[in-house]
């Protein structure tokens, strides 16, 4: 694990270019995890790491289907959140394993909430309220994080 790089955001505009640059860390087969309360920014981040892949279209938050993927990417990605879920076995329900067999990046908002389903991940990314902004910790949990 890596001692975790702090910084401040100010923005939506902050939180996208932050996700513009991490980007670029972010190599096939990764698990990141997204932490931090209701509104903190967590798909906007999603939505600056999309943009930046190439991804022109709309970013949803994917809280009532638990996941949206986006194959137009490289590499691909495939955004979860896990907020709405009652239990980790309903990811079991939904092939959500497939999801990470593969080459894709897996991002995924409120894994705390699939506790024993998941392994660990590559990285956390942290987002705190902050005096009108939000403090992003960024924590790499293995070699390629």
């Given at each position: 694990m890596t001692a975790p790089k702090a910084e401040r955001i100010e923005d939506e505009a902050g939180m996208l270019a932050l996700g513009g640059r991490l980007a670029g860390t972010l190599k096939?087969?990764?698990v990141v995890f997204l932490e931090g309360?209701?509104?903190a920014g967590k798909t906007t981040l999603v939505r600056g790491i999309l943009r930046a892949l190439g991804h022109e279209g709309l970013v949803?938050?994917?809280t009532y289907a638990l996941v949206e993927s986006y194959a137009n990417v490289r590499p691909p990605v495939h955004h979860f959140d896990l907020y709405r879920l009652g239990n980790a076995e309903e990811l079991e329900d939904i092939g959500a394993r497939d999801y990470f067999s593969g080459d894709a990046v897996c991002l995924i908002e409120w894994p705390e909430r699939a506790a024993g389903f998941l392994a660990a991940p590559h990285m956390t990314?942290?987002?705190a309220y902050d005096r009108g902004g939000r403090i992003?910790?960024?924590v790499g949990?293995?070699?390629e994080g």
């Open positions: 096939p087969g990764m309360p209701l509104g949803r938050s994917p990314i942290e987002i992003v910790r960024v949990e293995t070699r």
